[in-house]
Nanobody, 115 residues
Framework: QVQLVESGGGLVQAGGSLRLSCAAS????????LGWHRQAPGKQREWVAT???????NSVDSVKGRFTISRDNAKNTVYLQMNSLKPQDTAVYYC?????????WGQGTQVTVSS
């Protein structure tokens, strides 16, 4: 009954920008944290960024200064603004929410960065 739906993925050239969206089926105030993970072919899923209920954010070192996570409470949506994209950023990006001690996941959206 808790649904997270990602959108905004696509093909972009190196150095370009893309914004991902994650729409939640309930108020995002309910979540302890909302964020993003990514998984490249042949690799394990890795954490990318999180925004917590109080507004604090954090991200993996490899994207700091390039990616920004934010939210729109009225739209129940979390965003990931990705700038200065690199081929190494190519992956399926998944929205993740922590609610009541449980993890919820979206279906994923493909991001491909060409060189």
């Amino acid at each position: 009954q808790v649904q997270l739906v990602e959108s905004g993925g696509g093909l972009v050239q190196a150095g370009g920008s893309l914004r991902l969206s994650c729409a939640a089926s309930r108020s995002i105030f309910s979540f302890n944290g909302l964020g993003w993970h990514r998984q490249a072919p042949g690799k394990q899923r890795e954490w990318v960024a999180t925004i917590y209920s109080g507004g604090r954010t954090n991200s993996v070192d490899s994207v700091k200064g390039r990616f920004t996570i934010s939210r729109d409470n009225a739209k129940n949506t979390v965003y990931l603004q990705m700038n200065s994209l690199k081929p190494q950023d190519t992956a399926v990006y998944y929205c993740n929410g922590i609610l009541g001690g449980n993890d919820y996941w979206g279906q994923g959206t493909q991001v491909t960065v060409s060189s």
